[in-house]
């Protein structure tokens, strides 16, 4: 964090000093919520969750450095005490981005925000100092942390915003208000919440309402292979840039094609010259990904050729997207348990297919959560897709959801043994256990709810008999 005395800090948030000998004592270090993190010079932000009361830790933070801790109630140590913790949380990041004088870039979508993020974030990177969300910590509390994360240093700062529903997104840029806003998508995620896709649209939209206009240098990032994305241009005074593989799209994708292990290449076109990317990444869903965070950084003045090196060398940076690991015996286990749509579960499976040319391929699915009265419909069209892109074999994971995904594969001719149905985690390790080959290429994907990567973490514990944990 930029340096802030305790004073001042009071002042910004409204808060009563409660213990502090000497107000002009600065806080230099992270602003952090986890007494695990404090170093010297940190504010301990004390949130009293269910369970575990972050006021309980204030003796101890400050023994291990802490200038002081922000509160709900005088502690016994060095506290600015507040009304409420995350109100005044919201407020410090409020006032300290508006100090930065660094480019604040906003995202927000159904799918792909973190992923997106982290491709964001390694192209910026190679142009100026730039703080990230670290993992997918984009709510109400990971935001304004984050924001905090940044120093004199940072040019650019970069935020997912995650929403629920209404008014989510708008609060959330009322902290860190955004120059540059992007919105990825409009998909099912959360359907069943929001109450059907118009509703989501209208939530993300407020990322490009609160953008400053054109000529303050407000910028809408905005998805022109998406109809619900395409159509925010009109909810915004900033200035609109299309990315996608449509012809009107300013940053296009030409020639998108997966290469022989999966990857996508294809020819990027900006609006002042156009360079090849390979991608290091797995899945085609990733081109859409890969033209947004190239839609920010051309705008932010990178060229064509230096985007399209940075998206060729960016790696993963968060866990089970698209992991690939290969096993001692050749058997190749792509785990993207992290979550699942219909879109990435489709994009999924064209890149096992692509990645096991020649070799047996096989899914190994659960549920897409939070589909509302698309759940049937969407489950058996993975089903279907998994015979039609012949994949060797299907196993189905889990319940209801699963049995349709099943039903699906079956009606679309799927025979015998191609596909079947467990009841859980651990009969799929099992199965797999007893079946695979080496050269074989394993893909494990479901909504985060099922947990499957055990199945990924317990395929590739070769020799390993231990129980899985099934959620
Ligand atoms: N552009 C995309 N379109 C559809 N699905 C995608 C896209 N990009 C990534 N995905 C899929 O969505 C899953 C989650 O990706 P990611 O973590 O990047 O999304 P997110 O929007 O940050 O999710 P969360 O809401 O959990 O923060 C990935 O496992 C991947 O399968
Ligand atoms: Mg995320």
Redesign the pocket.
């Known amino acids: 964090m930029i340096a802030l005395s305790l004073a001042e800090i009071a002042a910004v948030v409204g808060g009563q000093t409660y213990d502090i000998p000497d107000p002009s004592v600065q806080v230099t270090g992270p602003v952090v919520r986890d007494s695990r993190e404090v170093v010297p010079g940190s504010l301990f932000v004390a949130f009293r969750g269910e369970r575990v009361d972050g006021h309980d830790f204030a003796p101890a933070v400050v023994a291990a450095g802490a200038a002081a801790v922000l509160a709900s109630r005088p502690v016994g140590v060095p506290a600015i005490v507040v009304e409420d913790v995350q109100t005044a949380l919201g407020a410090l990041a409020r006032h300290v981005v508006t100090k930065l004088g660094a480019t604040l870039v906003g995202l927000t979508?159904?799918?792909?925000?973190?992923?997106?993020?982290?491709l964001i974030a390694q192209v910026l990177q190679r142009k100026a100092p730039t703080v990230f969300t670290p993992g997918?910590l984009?709510n109400e509390i990971g935001l304004p942390l984050t924001a905090l994360s940044a120093t004199e240093e940072t040019k650019f700062l970069v935020l997912?915003m995650?929403a629920r529903g209404i008014g989510h997104i708008r609060y959330l840029t009322e902290l860190t208000p955004p120059r540059i806003g992007l919105v990825?998508?409009v998909?099912s995620?959360h359907i069943g919440e929001f109450g059907g896709r118009e509703q989501i649209a209208q939530a993300k939209g407020e990322l490009v309402e609160s953008l400053p206009s054109a000529a303050e240098g407000g910028v809408a990032v905005l998805n022109a292979d998406d109809p619900y994305v395409r159509a925010m241009a009109s909810r915004t005074k900033a200035k609109v840039v299309l990315f996608g593989e449509a012809d009107e799209a300013d940053v296009r994708a030409e020639n998108v094609r997966l290469t022989d292990s999966g990857q996508p290449a294809f020819r990027l076109h900006t609006p002042s010259g156009a360079s090849d990317v390979t991608m290091r990444l797995y899945?085609e869903?990733?081109v859409?990904?890969a033209l947004a965070a190239a839609a920010v950084a051309h705008e932010l003045g990178m060229s064509a050729e230096e985007i399209a090196t940075a998206l060729s060398e960016a790696g993963s940076l968060?866990r089970?997207?698209?992991e690939v690991t290969e096993r001692p015996d050749g058997v190749t286990i792509v785990n993207?348990a992290?979550?699942?749509?219909p879109?990435?579960?489709k994009?999924?499976l064209r890149a096992l297919v692509a990645m096991g040319k020649g070799r047996r391929t096989w899914a190994v699915l659960g549920k897409m959560a939070e589909l509302g009265d698309e759940a049937l419909a969407e489950h058996d069209a993975v089903g279907r897709l998994a015979v039609r892109l012949n994949v060797s074999k299907l196993v189905a994971v889990g319940g209801r959801e699963a049995a349709w995904l099943q039903l699906g594969a079956y009606n679309e001719g799927s025979w015998g043994e191609e596909s079947v149905h467990v009841s859980d985690a651990q009969a799929a390790v099992d199965l797999l256990r007893s079946e695979l080959r080496p050269g074989d290429v394993v893909l494990v994907?479901a909504s985060?709810s099922v947990g499957l990567e055990s199945v990924a973490q317990a395929l590739l514990e070769t020799g390993a008999e231990g129980e899985v944990a099934a959620r």
């Open positions: 979508g159904s799918a792909g925000k973190t992923s997106t993020k982290d997918s984009n997912e995650g990825l998508n998909g995620a899945g869903h990733h859409s990904n968060s089970w997207r698209m993207d992290y979550n699942a749509n879109e990435s579960m994009a999924a994907k985060r």
